[in-house]
């Protein structure tokens, strides 16, 4: 990874900024200062997940934020707001939380690779945002937390992200106590995978990256939905469908041209087949 590359920050239109680059979409939020989850930026970002889909010129997305917060979690004062409906806010608190349910699964289940670029606070739904992605990059000047406990509501949809991520006894500290912690600690407890300077991040998540987009893009799908739907199974189911992904994968004509690319001391060239 020691190859640094430059990247033209997207433009800012609507809730979530896109740049398409070299196989790589980025997605903004761009409705700073708080970076909230409404019930808007979630609907934009899900709908740029599934755009994505159909788009073969994307390899890999990157989840980034303008401003100074990465992402403050659920807008309070749109939840607030609707308090005083007929049903003191019921309807709209579960079509909210549906709705980011949605989309944090629409990220894990993606069939591309999903890298958080992190810099400044990410709480809550935030947490729960850079949780679901496949990797996350911080800056050293990034934080975590899930205060609900400090506010009468307990963090329990971000607690599924969270502890799918880091050990219980960790998680249920960062659940417990409310309490924020810095990039080297949620790199302790495996909530990110590098903390970089800032002025690096985002040459440094561009080239991990591009790094994947190089990759068959047949061969990371398989990898990357056969990594989750292995880890919810026991050991000798994991083993079994694990077995039969690989069989799949081996009669793929990316694994022949790439093994025989390997043999022959050649660079593949892939197909995505």
């Not at 889909?53 to 994307?58: G, L, M, Y």
């Not at 083993?239 to 994968?249: D, F, I, S």
Request: aromatic share 6%; proline share 4%; charged share 20%.
């Amino acid at each position: 990874m020691a190859e640094i590359l430059a990247i033209k920050p997207a433009a800012v239109e609507g809730p979530v900024a896109t740049r398409l680059d070299k196989g790589v979409l980025r997605l903004m939020l761009a409705n700073p200062p708080a970076n909230a989850l409404s019930l808007a930026v979630m609907a934009a970002l899900t709908a740029e997940l599934e755009r994505a889909k159909a788009d073969k010129a994307v390899r890999v997305i990157v989840l980034s934020a303008a401003g100074k917060v990465f992402c403050a979690g659920h807008d309070l004062k749109e939840m607030t707001a609707r308090r005083a409906d007929a049903d003191r806010g019921k309807a709209f608190f579960e079509e909210t939380f549906a709705a980011c349910a949605t989309l944090m699964q629409a990220i894990v289940r993606h069939p591309l690779p999903v890298i958080a670029e992190v810099d400044g606070l990410a709480t809550a739904a935030g947490l729960q945002l850079v949780a679901s992605c496949d990797l996350a990059i911080a800056s050293h000047e990034a934080t975590f937390c899930t205060p609900g406990v400090n506010i009468g509501l307990f963090c329990s949809t971000p607690m599924v992200a969270l502890s799918r991520n880091v050990s219980p006894k960790q998680a249920m500290e960062m659940l417990l106590t409310g309490e924020t912690i810095d990039a080297a600690t949620a790199k302790d407890f495996s909530l990110v995978n590098r903390v970089v300077p800032r002025e690096y991040l985002n040459q440094i998540v561009t080239k991990y990256a591009q790094t994947i987009a190089s990759k068959s893009s047949l061969v990371v799908k398989t990898g990357k939905e056969a990594f989750y739907a292995q880890a919810e199974m026991g050991l000798a189911d994991a083993y079994a469908y694990t077995g039969r992904v690989m069989v799949e994968n081996m009669l793929a004509r990316d694994a022949q041209e790439g093994i025989g690319a390997f043999i022959g001391k050649r660079n593949p060239e892939w197909t995505d087949e």
